[in-house]
């Protein structure tokens, strides 16, 4: 097996401070929040923004606040959020790719490959937002997490895949429990796992108390995992967690008693395909 990718996912659109004090908002607190993350053994940190009162937002100054601060204490693989918040439009979602020294510093970037029910409300992905954010990645270098909430997202990727405007080999973030997508079983995982062609990575981001189950068996797997705030807020029933550093931290506990080796920033690169776009600080 290859060496586990852990991403840590800081914080979201919808939890917030009420839910746990310890979600981040304002970029000196994500900055310091995903470095103690790297430093527990996350190799990727997955982003999103907020204001400092804890309202989502998508403004390229506060993400690249958030990445100088972070690239300056340590070098894991950082990935812009694309989707931000379901009130978002799809202009203020693709802002942040046109801001030449934020990219500069992004290795990585969400694309949700389609449309799905996210609680209430309804996270839109057309096929022409797309084709448009694939073009966007691909003029920049990015390279693409596809994140999937049900099985139909797979089938959309091939299709762009046959179009050209994505290509192999695609890393797939599994993320499961989302009310209104996949819910999140393991049987959910294995039937995903089992739709990729063979040169696809993966990563499972299981939401709330699928986090750990999920977790386990992507390590068992040889697969990858992620973790964070985003995602669950607890650490156990009824025990919130003390931060995304802990989360990270027991993810590095399991992977050595199943005997899976954790990779580096750099080896997630090489797993990857990524090649470094700045040099560690």
């Not at 909430?149 to 091939?158: D, Q, R, T, Y």
Request: charged share 20%.
């Amino acid at each position: 097996m290859d060496k586990l990718i852990i991403t840590c996912a800081p914080l979201g659109a919808e939890v917030t401070k009420q839910d746990n004090p310890a979600v981040p908002y304002g970029p000196a607190e994500v900055a310091a929040s995903a470095i103690a993350a790297v430093h527990a053994g996350a190799s990727i940190i997955h982003l999103h923004a907020r204001d400092n009162d804890g309202t989502p937002s998508q403004d390229a100054a506060r993400f690249l606040d958030q990445c100088r601060r972070i690239k300056a204490a340590c070098d894991p693989i950082l990935q812009i959020s694309t989707g931000g918040a379901v009130t978002a439009t799809t202009e203020e979602r693709l802002a942040p790719l046109d801001d030449p020294e934020l990219v500069k510093l992004l290795e990585m970037a969400s694309f949700t490959c389609g449309t799905v029910n996210f609680g209430d409300d309804v996270f839109m992905n057309s096929p022409s937002f797309l084709s448009a954010l694939a073009a966007k990645l691909t003029a920049r270098g990015l390279k693409p997490e596809i994140e999937v909430f049900e099985p139909g997202m797979i089938a959309n990727a091939m299709r762009l895949i046959k179009k050209r405007e994505l290509q192999h080999p695609l890393h797939f973030d599994f993320v499961l429990g989302v009310p209104g997508g996949s819910p999140g079983g393991i049987k959910d995982l294995l039937h995903c796992v089992d739709s990729l062609p063979s040169m696809c990575t993966w990563s499972v981001a299981g939401v709330g108390s699928r986090q750990l189950p999920l977790a386990t068996v992507a390590i068992l797997m040889g697969g990858h995992v992620r973790v964070g705030l985003e995602d669950n807020i607890f650490y156990r029933k009824g025990e919130l967690a003390e931060s995304n550093a802990q989360l990270v931290e027991r993810i590095v506990r399991l992977a050595k008693e199943l005997g899976r080796e954790v990779a580096t920033p750099d080896e997630a690169r090489a797993i990857l395909g990524i090649e470094r776009r700045v040099e560690a600080t």
